[in-house]
């Protein structure tokens, strides 16, 4: 039983911390009023990149450093489009995740061809690690997941406790006010899309190289529309982002649970829960919203 | 007059000014990574209207297209994104095929018909599932379809591999009962694959020009996208009118996912349209949901699907790497302003030289 139990919270932890980490970024660039469905795109080629540095450089270190330098690129190309040219930023996503798509694919083939590269490695805590249950499920991990889940308290202080994030906030409220009493929202707006893409594309190294440690075509398979959903579900605010990615990886635990038992014949049924549970939660959760007022509008100054 | 000229030139002229930046930017791409760049665009180009089966296949390539395009649009019309039309082709597929494989003893074209029609409701039920979770619920209908898509592709996969779906044939590959032989469509280019399906695509345009622009139903759809409150003002019904738009628009790509079964692959695989439905939305952007600007693009993204074959073939370039320039054709596409950004730009800089 403590065996079961250890199981399902390590998997929903693991598919919980790239869902968390893209959400986190995407809560600040929502916040500024920014809706980026390329998040997809970007987690792809994070996927990509990821496993490339490692492939390269033999080291999962260099290739999340080369996941979030592709991401953050990504993020200021798409800031680029939407804010400064003022383009539609659906549409702008959608030609992103387009774009992703034969992008990685043409790399992968060229240089990568699936190969298997270092992953990264568990990082035992001293002692803690020790402990029943919990030792194995908190803290038996590698860096990333650490990291992402210390970023929940620091993302929520910045935001809701300094200067910068209200200003990121004032900016998706109402960008004219902020304009008018001399916050740059153009600023704002191109800092929190270079750090939500950064978060992305990390999130995207830790999708192919937390467990697999390699790259498989069209990999990510929605997680970064589902980060979009968490990052609702959450409604925009860090902390229950946090909560709401890890009720999203026990539907995923969940599943892969289940498809060892007697119903695991009926296995595409399986997979389609947590394409369904994030419907279901839009639903529950579209109406009760921080969503800010200026979301999806590109700003002009006048 | 002069001056509705001037501005029709200037909208052709953009997505094709787009469309150049696109291609040197794919070949530059392409050469960083090493390709023969003259080598990939040439057997790009044969590949699409090289000769008479290349041209065949480039247009059985825009059929589909045509068909998740008019979805994207016919939604957009009313103000809904429906980032899922290749879900609904996908379920108009299944329905589709399981009329054309297992019902007998109707004559062919009324077969054809019911087929059509099976086709269209599936997809168009697929379709009012978002338009209902997003008026009840507030759902927005970017994640809804796109999810939908995922669950869509999941139950591809079991029908597939599952009775009453499946082929029982012995030894053959996983996929569903192929639909009976008078139901195929005839081919229209003799010595080619290209089938019947084309026509119905461009009927299906000229139906969209007729319903949004010569009827009453249609005007209060653009009314509504173009301005909700002053539709509501005048007394249009927002709600009935968005589900009817995307129920429309779940059937058409409906009926483009069971045209390309009784057209072109008589029976149903996993992943038979692949990318049809995102594809679909860039053809749609790109022609400005305009029902020739549209035509216009579906030939180019066709070439675009049908010459990547052959430039796989030749020049050794994965043919995925045409998701690339669709990517970019899509971003510059709706830059409108990046030409007028880049004149501030310049003049920017040469008045800061000049005062300097």
């Known amino acids: ?302 | 007059m002069k001056k509705k000229t001037r501005q029709g030139l200037i909208s052709l002229g953009f997505p094709l000014l787009s469309i150049l930046v696109v291609l040197v930017l794919g070949a530059l791409i392409m050469m960083a990574m090493g390709y023969d760049v003259g080598k990939a665009y040439m057997s790009l180009l044969n590949g699409a209207f090289g000769n008479r089966n290349s041209i065949g296949e480039t247009f059985i390539q825009v059929t589909p297209l045509l068909f998740t395009a008019l979805s994207y649009a016919i939604a957009l019309r009313c103000g809904l994104i429906n980032l899922g039309a290749e879900g609904q082709l996908y379920i108009g597929a299944i329905c589709g095929s399981m009329a054309g494989a297992h019902l007998s003893g109707l004559p062919g074209i009324l077969h054809i018909l019911v087929i059509l029609l099976t086709g269209f409701m599936g997809g168009a039920l697929w379709g009012l599932i978002v338009g209902i979770l997003k008026i009840h619920f507030g759902a927005s209908e970017l994640i809804t379809t796109i999810m939908l898509n995922y669950i869509a592709l999941e139950l591809v996969s079991y029908c597939v591999t599952n009775a009453p779906f499946k082929d029982m044939t012995k030894g053959a590959a996983p996929r569903m009962t192929s639909v009976t032989d008078a139901v195929k469509l005839p081919s229209i280019l003799p010595g080619t694959r290209l089938h019947a399906g084309f026509i119905l695509a461009l009927i299906g345009v000229v139906g969209y020009y007729i319903f949004m622009w010569r009827t009453t139903k249609g005007y209060e759809m653009r009314v509504i996208g173009l301005n909700p409150n002053a539709g509501k003002y005048s007394g249009m019904n927002i709600k009935s009118n968005g589900l009817l738009s995307i129920f429309i628009a779940g059937g058409i790509a409906g009926l483009g996912g069971v045209i390309q079964i009784i057209g072109l692959t008589y029976y149903l695989t996993e992943g038979f349209a692949a990318n049809l439905g995102f594809s679909g939305v860039a053809v749609a952007l790109l022609g400005g949901c305009h029902p020739l600007g549209m035509i216009a693009s579906a030939i180019l993204f066709g070439a675009l699907n049908a010459g990547g074959v052959k430039m796989q073939l030749l020049a050794g370039v994965p043919s995925a790497s045409i998701y690339m320039i669709q990517g970019m054709i899509i971003l510059f596409a709706v830059s409108r302003e990046l030409f007028k950004w880049l004149g501030n730009k310049a003049k920017a800089l040469t008045g800061g030289m000049a005062n300097g």
Request: aromatic share 12%; hydrophobic share 50%; with cysteine.
């Open chain 1, 1 to 302: 039983m403590a065996d079961l139990i250890t199981n399902f919270l390590s998997a929903d932890i693991r598919t919980a911390t790239p869902l968390i980490l893209a959400a986190l970024g995407l809560v600040m660039s929502e916040r500024a009023g920014i809706v980026n469905i390329g998040t997809e795109g970007i987690m792809l080629t994070g996927a990509l990149l990821g496993c490339l540095g490692s492939f390269l450089w033999g080291s999962s270190f260099a290739g999340a450093l080369l996941a979030i330098a592709g991401g953050g690129l990504m993020g200021f190309i798409f800031a680029f489009f939407t804010v400064s040219i003022r383009a539609n930023q659906i549409v702008v996503g959608m030609g992103f995740n387009i774009f992703a798509g034969g992008f990685t694919i043409t790399l992968n083939r060229l240089l990568l061809s699936g190969a298997k590269v270092s992953g990264f490695p568990d990082y035992p805590i001293p002692l803690l690690s020790k402990l029943p249950i919990l030792g194995e499920v908190l803290f038996n991990w590698p860096i990333p997941v650490y990291l992402t889940f210390l970023a929940v308290p620091l993302s929520w202080f910045v935001l809701h406790k300094t200067n910068t994030g209200l200003k990121i906030r004032a900016v998706g409220e109402n960008p004219k006010a902020c304009d008018t009493v001399g916050i740059n929202v153009f600023r704002n707006r191109y800092g929190v899309l270079i750090y939500s893409g950064m978060m992305a594309g990390m999130a995207g190294a830790f999708v192919s190289m937390g467990q697999l440690s390699s790259f498989t075509e069209g990999m990510v398979a929605g997680k970064g529309f589902m980060a979009l959903a968490v990052c609702v579900f959450g409604n925009y605010s860090p902390v229950s982002v946090m909560l709401a990615g890890i009720f999203f990886g026990a539907a995923d635990a969940l599943k892969y649970r289940l498809l060892t038992t007697s119903i695991g014949g009926y296995y595409q049924f399986l997979n389609m829960l947590p394409y369904f549970i994030t419907i279901v939660a839009l639903c529950v959760f579209a109406r009760r919203s921080n969503k800010p007022a200026g979301s999806g509008i590109a700003y002009r100054k006048e």
